[in-house]
């Protein structure tokens, strides 16, 4: 009945001129990569617009994509928490991080907690922050991907672990950050016009209005599907979620190396009002697709593919444009994981080699060619690393981890980079324990939670009621940095503060 | 000299900078807290197709849209003027 799952022409295709397109950037991109500077910023010559995109391109995964269409297919109002959730973090990284990130660092986030504080034990706490962010991330990805292309395509799982991670080596070792923000912005263009073509599509069947649609849903599945469900049932756990998702985005390391990019603060600024607008319209996109699924496939269609509803989009996208649109669509969601991952990817070498490496080991003396050849090795060990990942994590339930690695980066990396940039008594031991704090109690209070205890291990009751440790974890890890701050004051630290001032609102000189 | 103009601009950027985050973080939660406890009340229907808590939810992207629009507006006006004469 529908081609979902056999090798499909057109999507190998399509998928075939991404790879190829892409790869003629990364060509391109290698010949202008020659310094650290290029590698992990681009050279600091994104526009805004196209940092905007890529800024999208890095945040809209196809967990987001499959994953919401999929869950409001399934059960109605209940995508739109996830929706507004991961756009609101959005303003909060433009009030907060994005300026002064751009004026005082140089290629990662903990060049900024770091700025005013001794090197190395912040470096080293950060990285540990950063790197269990990005490792879950990565996993939910590459499982994310060996699972699509399996159920799209029929390859098997392993081979698409294999060539996601070969094909983003090959973006991230030669391109550097030139190519991973074009991969990004190619991405972001064929998602946005792929799911705002599936969205007209499907408003052409119901006179173009909305809301005929959300009463055709209503008619054939009740009322209900217009209002809130099961999906909130404890307030606790959603205002947790709600903190994780908010704050979380304020704190990933891929998102947050995007605005050393660009040549300024404005850009910086500026790119974040495109990234807001177009992931805000991307995630009412997704509402409408949830919506025209139900109704025009069924939900006993959809979930009889997949019971987690993922592929709700796809199927919508046979029954309205045939295999082809279906191929399309395939392609979009397979070259939308590979942009992800490259990024993520970048930002793990870059924590690697800029602030363990050069910044740890070498007490920040090290080449140009050192500091590009460091990057490029600790690349190759990070693919390397995630192709075993997505393999070991095969058939495991990952859809816990990338709320895990939105936990993560609120508590562990989103307090002590707030708090190094505006509050002047914040001292090293404060940041250095506020970010192992963060990392550790998350990882603890998850493992002892539902999420891990009931759904994965099976026991029938968790220690930690919780499913989302947020609202514990944010609130400890900035009562940590500011108690110990307080206890031993760092007027080294709080003299430099003075000084950092004036470069947080004109930039380096 | 130049020591009161950067405190003044940096108070003026904090000011901003937290009134618009508390913006945001009141209607997100006040949002999701509705969700959480007056399920009903979402359940209602404003117009045929349209429940309170879709357009609410709505409203919730549109908010942010706009905030980062106040604040883009706000610092092109008058944070940009302060840096330039902090540079000066």
């Known amino acids: 009945m529908s081609a979902l799952g056999e090798p499909n022409a057109t999507a190998m295709a399509f998928f075939g001129i991404f790879i190829a397109l892409t790869l003629c950037i990364t060509i391109w991109a290698s010949r202008r990569t020659r310094t650290a500077d290029h590698f992990y910023a681009a050279g600091r010559s994104v526009t805004s617009l196209q940092n905007g995109l890529a800024l999208a391109g890095d945040y809209m995964s196809a967990a987001s994509f499959l994953g919401i269409a999929g869950l409001v297919a399934r059960s109605g109002f209940d995508g739109l928490i996830y929706s507004t959730g991961w756009l609101v973090g959005w303003p909060i990284v433009m009030f907060l991080i994005a300026e002064p990130l751009r004026n005082l660092g140089r290629y990662t986030f903990a060049d900024v907690v770091a700025a005013r504080l001794r090197q190395k034990p912040i470096r080293i706490a950060a990285s540990i922050g950063a790197l269990a962010v990005i490792a879950f991330y990565l996993i939910a990805q590459m499982v994310g991907a060996g699972n699509l292309i399996r159920l799209m395509f029929g390859l098997p799982y392993e081979l698409a672990v294999v060539i996601v991670g070969a094909v983003m080596l090959l973006y991230v070792l030669f391109g550097g950050m030139i190519a991973t923000t074009w991969v990004q912005i190619v991405k972001a263009v064929l998602l946005l016009g792929g799911a705002t073509l599936l969205a007209i599509l499907v408003l052409a069947r119901f006179d173009f209005n909305p809301l005929t649609l959300f009463d055709q849903a209503a008619q054939q599945y009740g009322e209900s599907v217009l209002a809130p469900g099961g999906l909130v049932t404890d307030p606790i756990d959603a205002i947790s979620l709600g903190l994780a998702l908010m704050l979380g985005t304020a704190g990933l390391p891929h998102i947050l190396m995007r605005f050393y990019t660009v040549p300024d603060a404005k850009t910086a600024r500026t790119s974040v009002g495109y990234a807001t607008a177009f992931i805000g319209f991307f995630y009412l996109l997704t509402f409408i697709l949830g919506f025209g699924a139900m109704v025009l496939i069924g939900r006993e269609a959809i979930v009889a593919v997949d019971a987690g509803g993922n592929m709700a989009a796809p199927l919508l996208a046979e029954a309205l444009g045939g295999p082809r649109l279906l191929g399309f669509i395939g392609a979009v969601a397979f070259a939308t994981i590979l942009a992800v991952v490259a990024g993520l990817t970048l930002s793990g070498a870059a924590t690697l080699s800029h602030d363990l490496w050069v910044n740890v080991l070498r007490g920040a003396h090290a080449s140009e060619a050192e500091q590009l050849k460091v990057a490029r090795f600790a690349t190759v060990v990070l693919a390397v690393v995630s192709i075993l990942l997505g393999i070991l994590f095969k058939g495991q339930n990952v859809a816990y981890m990338v709320g895990l690695a939105f936990a993560i980066a609120a508590s562990a990396n989103f307090p002590a980079l707030v708090l190094s940039i505006f509050w002047k008594r914040l001292t090293t031991a404060g940041a250095q324990i506020s970010m192992l704090t963060g990392t550790v109690s998350t990882l603890v209070l998850i493992y002892l939670s539902p999420a891990i205890q009931i759904d994965i291990l099976g026991n029938e009751a968790a220690w930690f009621p919780l499913r989302n440790p947020g609202i514990v974890t944010i609130p400890l890890a900035f009562l940590v940095a500011i108690a110990v701050s307080l206890i031993r004051p760092e007027p080294e630290s709080a003299r430099r503060f003075v000084e950092q001032e004036r470069q947080l609102h004109v930039g380096a000189e | ?88």
């Open chain 2, 1 to 88: 000299m130049s020591h009161s103009t950067l405190e003044a601009v940096s108070a003026a950027r904090w000011r901003i900078a937290i009134s618009l985050t508390i913006a945001m973080m009141l209607t997100y939660f006040g949002f999701i807290l509705l969700v959480a406890f007056n399920k009903p009340l979402l359940g209602k229907l404003v117009a045929k197709g349209l429940s309170l808590g879709i357009l609410l939810g709505a409203l919730t992207i549109v908010v942010a849209w706009a905030l980062t629009w106040i604040y883009i507006v706000w610092a092109n006006r008058h944070y940009d003027t302060s840096i330039k004469g902090l540079k000066r």
